[in-house]
């Protein structure tokens, strides 16, 4: 994790730092901050090619606007290093953005302790670590912080017995934060619905039946959640500790 050397010093644009910002939904919500106007820190695990590609192509639109920053989240103890080594590209952090996630059945007859490390270790246990590293900074710009959360975090998914405990837990996290970190920062959660099938194994029919369960009858896009993330940290200075579904109305129980 070490920052490039040059800075855009004449600029006085807001910096995000956006985990798991090389691929989906992460890179959508990078694109759309970068659209803003807001310089973004495009943090990656694995996707290295995906996050520098999206990089190279929004210092084309603006140059010295965007950088890669790689980190295994799940390692705790490089958290605060990744914090500083995000703030130090241009001196400041004024937004975070938890997005990065892993999300896979765990039924109980085959749960493991090794699935419950994985997956509470990046929805929860990284944000709350990567928060508190970060906690200092966004205070001093007055900043904002956006948790991905799930609307399985209310309303259990078959068979993702870990997984949404450990959005639920980053669901009362935010809460919890928003009190904590009051009033200089801001915290806030996006809980997305249907909006990607192809990571998640979901069968055909099951996802006719979804659908029509949802009101608005169709599926949600990556740019829906960027959208509703957007809003949070541009739109609404006066809202913290919410939880916004972006799910076409289905976690009214329809």
Not at 69 to 88: F, V
Not at 89 to 100: E, H, K, P, Y
Not at 208 to 223: F, N
Request: net charge positive.
């Amino acid at each position: 994790m070490h920052p490039h050397a040059s800075r855009t010093d004449s600029s006085d644009c807001p910096v995000a730092l956006i985990t798991g910002a090389g691929r989906r939904i992460g890179a959508a919500i990078a694109r759309t901050l970068h659209a803003s106007g807001t310089r973004v820190v495009l943090h990656y695990h694995r996707s290295e090619t995906e996050a520098r590609e999206l990089a190279d192509t929004l210092n084309r639109i603006r140059p010295e606007t965007a950088r890669t920053l790689r980190g295994n989240l799940l390692e705790t103890a490089h958290l605060t290093d990744m914090a500083a080594s995000a703030r130090s590209f241009w001196g400041r952090l004024d937004i975070l953005v938890n997005n990065a996630s892993s999300f896979y059945p765990t039924p109980l007859a085959s749960l493991s302790e090794e699935a419950w490390e994985d997956l509470m270790g990046t929805n929860l246990k990284a944000p709350l670590f990567l928060i508190r590293a970060s906690a200092e900074a966004l205070r001093e710009r007055r900043g904002s912080i956006v948790n991905l959360v799930d609307i399985h975090a209310r309303k259990p998914l078959r068979d993702h017995l870990i997984y949404g405990a450990a959005k639920a837990g980053l669901e009362m996290l935010t809460r919890a934060l928003a009190r904590e970190l009051a009033p200089e920062v801001r915290v806030n959660a996006v809980a997305p619905g249907t909006i990607l099938w192809q990571a998640s194994g979901i069968p055909e029919s099951l996802q006719q039946k979804i659908l029509a369960r949802t009101p608005l009858r169709r599926m949600g896009s990556v740019d829906d959640v960027a959208k509703a993330v957007l809003f949070l940290v541009r739109d609404a200075p006066y809202v913290t500790g919410a939880v916004i579904p972006v799910d076409g109305g289905r976690s009214i129980g329809v």
